[in-house]
Every structure is written in C-alpha cells, then in structure tokens.
C-alpha cells in the first residue's frame, strides 16, 4: 500500500510540474526544453527567442541543435500566446526554412498573411523560400506583393526581382529593378551586373530592331 501511495505521489508531482507549452509538436518533429517558461513574461520571452534564433542562424549549419530547439519552442510559445502577432509566425516560418521543414515553413509563412496580409515580411519570406528552391515563378510573385505593401526600398526586394527577370530574358524590366537597387545600395558587383544587363538589353534591341526592319520589307 504504502509503494502503491509513493508511485501516486510522484505521478502527481510529475504532471503538476509538466508545461506542456515547453514543447513543439510538428508532425515528426518534438522537441523539448527541460525548463519552464510558463512563469516569463512576454518580454522576457521575447529576449530568449531572439538571442536563440541569432545563434540558430550563426550555429545550426541546416540541422536542428539546441540553439534552433530553443528557438523554436520559444516563438512557439509566444505565437500560442499571441496568435495574432505575424511576427512570431515569420520567425518560425524562417527558422523551418532553414532547417528543410518546407511544409511546416510555408505554413508558418502563409498563418502570418492569413493573420494580417498588408505586412510585406511574409511575402519576402516565402520570395526567399521559393527563390532558394529555384521556383522562380512563384518567387517573383511573393517578392512583388512584398514590394507593393512596403518593401519598394528593400534592396534585397528590388535585387532579387530585378536578377528573376534577368533569368527570364526580360532585361528591360531586370534594369530598372537593379538599378533601384543600385540606389538603395550600390557596390561593385551590382555595378558588374547591371553592367552584364545592360549590354543584353542593346543586343535584344538590336535583335528586334532589325527583325521588325525585315518584317517591314516584305
């Protein structure tokens, strides 16, 4: 009776001392933080998750270690207690990014637009996501949509769409996204670029021209 009452006993204190919230539970992913952040304030949380998701970004290398666990479990927490903040869902989205979760990152990305669709962060985000995927397509849509809610002088926003219509032959359009980013921030490798660009934009145009000059002759 009396081994009966001690196993009781420390069942009780086992699931009177466990926060649930100290765990992200993604599909095949769990992982956990053996401390308890239920007691933080939100500020306090918000100091954790940054200085993890810095040294997630520094330290991971594309894998899960304890700096991108805590990072994770973190913003988690902050995104259940503040469902509405987008901020925490980017976070999250970008962190799953990092380590190859696509499925868990796209709809972290697409929760934050869901939640409040005039920010540009989530649309760069995604940009991002599918650019690295070489889904330029659909990588120049979300960088655009970024661009129309705020990020007309993000240099990368205006880079990245000018180098997609360079891959897609529009050099036209390629040269007056780059050189927006030249003016955001010029350096000698966009100058180079911008450069590349520009002389396939006279070669495209010569190629026209004379192609319109023996349409008109026949």
């Known amino acids: ?18 926060n649930p919230s100290c765990a992200v539970i993604k599909g095949e ?3 956990q933080i053996p401390i308890d952040y239920s007691k933080l304030s939100t500020e ?8 993890y998701y810095g040294l997630a970004l520094k330290t991971s290398n594309g894998k899960v270690n304890d700096d991108m666990t805590s990072a994770l479990n973190l913003y ?3 995104s259940n207690k503040n469902p509405e903040n987008t901020f925490y869902k980017i976070r999250l989205g970008h962190l799953y990014d990092i380590i190859g979760k696509d499925r868990y990152a796209k709809g972290y990305f697409f929760q ?6 005039s920010q540009p962060e989530p649309y760069f985000r ?5 650019y690295r995927r070489e889904l330029y397509k659909k990588a120049l849509n979300m960088y655009k949509e970024a661009y129309k809610r705020g990020y007309i002088g993000n240099y990368d926003t205006l880079y990245k769409i000018g180098d997609i219509y360079e891959k897609f032959g529009d050099t036209e359009a390629a040269l007056k996204y780059l050189k927006l980013a030249a003016q955001k921030s010029p350096n000698s490798e966009l100058d180079n670029k911008i450069k590349r660009v ?7 145009k010569e190629y026209y021209s004379d192609t319109r000059i023996r349409l008109m002759e026949r």
């Not at 009776?1 to 466990?18: A, D, E, W």
């Not at 934050?112 to 669709?117: E, K």
């Open 1 to 18: 009776m009396r081994q009966l009452i001690k196993i009781l006993l420390v069942i009780f204190f086992i699931l009177s001392v466990y």
């Open 76 to 78: 988690a927490i902050l």
């Open 44 to 51: 306090e949380l918000e100091n954790k998750a940054g200085f």
């Open 29 to 31: 992913l769990e992982y």
């Open 112 to 117: 934050a637009i869901g939640t409040d669709s």
């Open 126 to 130: 995604l940009g991002e996501f599918y």
């Open 198 to 204: 520009e002389n396939a934009n006279a070669i495209n």
